[in-house]
C-alpha cells in the first residue's frame, strides 16, 4: 500500500513538474546556465537569469509581460509622457498600480541605476539614445542590456527588417530569463495565425499603396523601408511608398514625394487624433486630391500595433481586411 501510494505521489509530481517546464522552462538549469546569443552585431553573454529588470516603452512592456515576467519588473519607463498608459493591453494594466514608472519620457543613466536594475529592455529611440541611457553607460556599471532587433539600424548595418525581427526578440528574451517554451509557445501562435491570414488573402497581383504617418505639417514623420510597419503592410497585401527609404523612421519626408506616388491607403498612428489628421489631409490643398483621401481610404491603429510588438500579427489581420474585406 505504502509503495503504491509512494508512486502515487510520483506520478502527480512529475507531471506537475513537466508542466511547469513546458510554461516556464527549466528553472535550475536556467539558473546555473550561461546564455550568449547575437544583438545588434555584438555577442552577449548572460551568466545569470536576471532579477531586477527595468523596462522602456509601451511595445516593449507587451512583450515582457506576455513572457510572464511581471515579477522581475521593478520599473518602466516613457509610457505617460506619451500618452500610452490608457493604450497598453488591458490584461497587463495590472502593471501601472503596482509598478513605478521613472520617467514619463527618455530616462537619464542616475534615473535608471537609482531602481538597481541587473538589466534594461530597450531599443536605440525606444529608451536608449547617445544624449541619454545607452547599453554602453549602462555597462560601465555592471548594468547588462537587451537592445530590440528593430531599432539596430540606427546603430548597424541592416539591410532589412521584418516580423522575424520581433520573434528573435521574444525568442531572446526567453533564453535570457529561462522561459525558452513559453516564448517559443508564443512565436509558433504567431506563425499559425499569420499562416491562416495569408492563406485568406491568397495571390495578391496588384499590392495597395500605402503611406504610414505619424505627424508634421511642413514635412512628414512617417514609416521607410526598415521599420516593421513596412514589413506588416506587406504581409496584409500592401507596398509602403516609401520602402525605398533605407530608415526606419524618417523625420523630413518632403510631401512632394507623397503625392507624387499617390497612395492609395494612409495609415495614421493613432494618438487619439485622427480625426484631426484627417482634417489635415482634407483640408491641405496639395494633399485633398491624394487617392486616400478622395476615396476616405484612412485608417488609425495604436502605436502599439504599428511597432514591434505582441500585436504585431493582430495589425496584419487588420490591415489584410482593411485593404482586402471581400477576402474575408
Given amino acids: ?33 550561461s546564455v550568449t546569443l547575437e544583438n545588434c552585431g555584438q555577442s552577449l553573454t548572460f551568466e545569470k537569469v536576471p532579477q531586477r529588470v527595468v523596462v522602456h ?27 500610452k498608459l490608457t493604450r497598453m493591453l488591458p490584461r497587463f494594466h495590472f502593471v501601472i498600480d503596482s509598478v513605478p514608472e ?19 529592455f530597450a531599443g536605440w529611440f525606444y529608451g536608449f539614445k547617445e544624449e541619454g541611457v545607452t547599453p554602453q553607460k549602462l555597462q560601465k556599471f555592471g548594468v547588462p542590456s537587451y537592445v530590440l532587433t528593430e531599432s539596430c539600424v540606427w546603430v548597424s548595418q541592416k539591410d532589412s527588417v521584418s516580423i522575424e525581427d520581433m520573434y528573435t526578440d521574444m525568442l531572446n528574451l526567453g533564453k535570457i530569463f529561462g522561459v525558452e517554451q513559453r516564448a ?9 495565425r499569420l499562416q491562416q491570414i495569408q492563406e485568406k488573402l491568397g495571390t495578391i497581383e496588384k499590392p495597395v499603396s500605402v503611406f504610414v504617418y505619424d505627424s508634421g505639417e511642413k514635412t512628414a514623420f512617417a514609416a521607410g523601408g526598415l521599420a516593421i510597419t513596412t514589413d506588416l503592410i506587406r504581409l496584409a497585401g500592401g507596398k509602403n511608398i516609401l520602402t525605398h527609404v533605407r530608415k526606419s523612421w524618417a523625420k523630413t519626408v518632403a ?15 493613432d494618438y487619439d487624433d485622427v480625426a484631426k489628421k484627417k482634417e489635415f489631409f482634407r483640408t491641405n490643398p496639395s494633399l485633398k486630391d491624394l487617392s486616400a483621401v478622395k476615396n476616405n481610404r484612412f485608417i488609425g491603429l495604436s502605436y502599439s500595433h504599428l511597432v514591434p510588438g505582441v500585436r504585431n500579427v493582430e495589425t496584419v489581420e487588420t490591415l489584410a481586411r482593411f485593404f482586402y474585406p471581400e477576402q474575408f
Fill in 184 to 192: 517559443a509557445a508564443l512565436v509558433d501562435g504567431y506563425k499559425i
Fill in 57 to 83: 516603452d509601451v511595445n516593449l512592456l507587451e512583450m515582457f509581460l506576455e513572457l510572464g515576467l511581471e515579477e522581475k519588473l521593478v520599473a518602466y519607463s516613457g509610457i505617460s509622457g506619451y500618452g
Fill in 102 to 120: 521613472i520617467a514619463p519620457k527618455y530616462p537619464n543613466i542616475e534615473t535608471v541605476l537609482n531602481v538597481n536594475p541587473d538589466f534594461m
Fill in 255 to 269: 510631401w512632394e514625394s507623397v503625392v507624387k506616388e499617390d497612395p492609395e491607403v494612409i495609415v495614421l498612428f
Fill in 1 to 33: 500500500m505504502e509503495n503504491t501510494v509512494s508512486k502515487y505521489f510520483n506520478f502527480i509530481f512529475t507531471v506537475a513538474f513537466s508542466l511547469f517546464v513546458f510554461i516556464y522552462g527549466p528553472p535550475s538549469l536556467a539558473a546555473k546556465s
